[in-house]
Nanobody, 120 residues
């Protein structure tokens, strides 16, 4: 069983920045971030592969969010800039030992989620 520990959520004004972190207990091939706002489906945010470092982003965050990983620490980060009120959601870290992309059912392990609230 892989444990994921997220941190870094909080309240920020529109236009501000936050950085989320997620530490995995075991190194995994793909690490990603999803988010879920009240009453909405879970949405893909970003993912990164251990091999090659390939990164993928959801359309709504491209150009504003950056995913990165520190393989030595089994940790993935999500730098969120130019935040908007519509970015308000619970952000979940997810991982899998396989190559994965943007579908939530590709991921095997999930963190508990961290709340991000962007005020207008």
């Amino acid at each position: 069983q892989v444990q994921l520990v997220e941190s870094g959520g909080g309240l920020v004004q529109a236009g501000g920045s936050l950085r989320l972190s997620c530490a995995a207990s075991v190194s995994q091939s793909t690490m990603g971030w999803f988010r879920q706002a009240p009453g909405k489906d879970r949405e893909f945010v970003a993912s990164i592969w251990r091999i090659g470092g390939f990164m993928y982003y959801g359309d709504s965050v491209k150009g504003r969010f950056t995913i990165s990983r520190d393989s030595a620490k089994n940790t993935v980060y999500l730098q969120m800039n130019s935040l908007k009120p519509e970015d308000t959601a619970v952000y979940f870290c997810a991982t899998t030992p396989r190559i994965a992309n943007r579908r939530s059912d590709e991921y095997d392990y999930w963190g508990q989620g961290t709340q991000v609230t962007v005020s207008s």
